[in-house]
């Protein structure tokens, strides 16, 4: 079974720092790419970090690169720093499936399993 669960969300003022997690257990674990991405309200799902297991390595939206720090292990690390109001979303962990391919390139129609979404919150 596939489970997904994100944590360490919340709230903080701008310039601020939040640590995200997620805990992946079932086929998750063997996925070819895991990912957060970001939803704000009225807007589209948007890939924020990327690590793609064959060649360890991590791609980021233009938007957060410098500021957020993507790294995988057991879990799916997200640190964010220097916060932004634009940051604020919720924020979801994704995996692809196994099957061998390239990059997911952070589109969400390569992703299959789906956390339930953490909410940050950044003040001005």
């Known amino acids: 079974q596939v489970r997904l669960v994100e944590s360490g969300g919340g709230s903080v003022q701008a310039g601020g720092s939040l640590r995200l997690s997620c805990a992946m257990s079932?086929?998750?674990?063997?996925?070819?790419?895991v990912a957060w991405f970001r939803q704000a309200p009225g807007k589209a799902r948007e890939g924020v970090a990327e690590?793609?297991?064959?060649?360890e390595k991590t791609y980021y939206a233009d938007s957060v690169k410098g500021r957020f720090t993507l790294s995988a292990d057991k879990s799916l690390i997200l640190q964010m720093n220097s916060l932004k109001p634009e940051d604020s979303a919720t924020y979801f962990c994704?995996?692809?499936?196994?099957?061998?391919?390239?990059?997911?390139?952070?589109?969400?129609?390569?992703?299959?399993?789906w956390g339930q979404g953490t909410q940050v919150t950044v003040s001005s």
């Open positions: 690590y793609y297991n064959a060649d």
């Open positions: 079932g086929a998750s674990v063997s996925a070819r790419c």
């Open positions: 994704a995996a692809s499936t196994p099957r061998p391919g390239g990059p997911c390139f952070l589109q969400p129609a390569a992703y299959r399993y």
